[in-house]
T-cell receptor
Framework: DSGVTQTPKHLITATGQRVTLRCSPR?????VYWYQQSLDQGLQFLIQ???????AKGNILERFSAQQFPDLHSELNLSSLELGDSALYFC????????????FGPGTRLLVL | GQNIDQPTEMTATEGAIVQINCTYQ??????LFWYQQHAGEAPTFLSY????GLEEKGRFSSFLSRSKGYSYLLLKELQMKDSASYLC????????????????FGTGTQLKVEL
């Protein structure tokens, strides 16, 4: 158990819908990261927040957005969902921003029907 | 950008030693990580190299050669529970990311340990 928590564990929804995934970092960690893992793409970096501010961005779609709140938990919002958005979404956290090891949460499995 | 290559699959025998290779090309290198991932579960941190050489951690060791863009993960005394996917990940130079901590992952090497 890494200490990173994610909810929900599983999510089934329909195309065109919007969902919110939640992540709580390890105690004391200021950075959170979001990754998408699909069968054909591997683990893809989406975005990083550090102490409430966006710090690094990957190939995150415009339909996706994230934020980190004052209590350091983070939410990833996915809208206008498509079948291809079905994937495992992982959150990771680290103590600081640039030089730390990232520890991953258990993930949210999203299925878009 | 970054490009990371790992073998797709490997098979080894319980009790043996296996070496999983990773080659990378990057515009700005700032460290290489190895993670273990069992199917449907979270990646688990195994090792980190930022300087050339070997890092040893129990049954696991990782090697890095920055000039060759090459790393390997060595697993000794293989156990059945070591059957998993092993992910090589490269961290970009912090200057390129504006102070961020962006990891680019390879597609992973699926290791099967047999009796």
């Amino acid at each position: 158990d890494s200490g990173v928590t994610q909810t929900p564990k599983h999510l089934i929804t329909a195309t065109g819908q919007r969902v919110t995934l939640r992540c709580s970092p390890r105690s004391g960690d200021l950075s959170v990261y979001w990754y998408q893992q699909s069968l054909d793409q591997g683990l893809q970096f989406l975005i990083q927040y550090y102490n409430g501010e966006e710090r690094a961005k990957g190939n995150i779609l415009e339909r996706f957005s994230a934020q980190q709140f004052p209590d350091l938990h983070s939410e990833l919002n996915l809208s206008s969902l498509e079948l291809g958005d079905s994937a495992l979404y992982f959150c990771a956290s680290s103590v600081a921003s640039a030089q730390e090891t990232q520890y991953f949460g258990p993930g949210t499995r999203l299925l878009v029907l | 950008g970054q490009n990371i290559d790992q073998p797709t699959e490997m098979t080894a025998t319980e009790g043996a030693i296996v070496q999983i290779n990773c080659t990378y090309q990057t515009s700005g290198f700032n460290g290489l990580f190895w993670y273990q991932q069992h199917a449907g579960e979270a990646p688990t941190f195994l090792s980190y190299n930022v300087l050339d050489g070997l890092e040893e951690k129990g049954r696991f060791s990782s090697f890095l050669s920055r000039s060759k863009g090459y790393s390997y993960l060595l697993l000794k005394e293989l156990q059945m529970k070591d059957s998993a996917s092993y992910l090589c990940a490269v961290r970009e130079n912090v200057v390129l990311t504006g102070g961020g901590n962006k990891l680019t992952f390879g597609t992973g090497t699926q290791l099967k340990v047999e009796l």
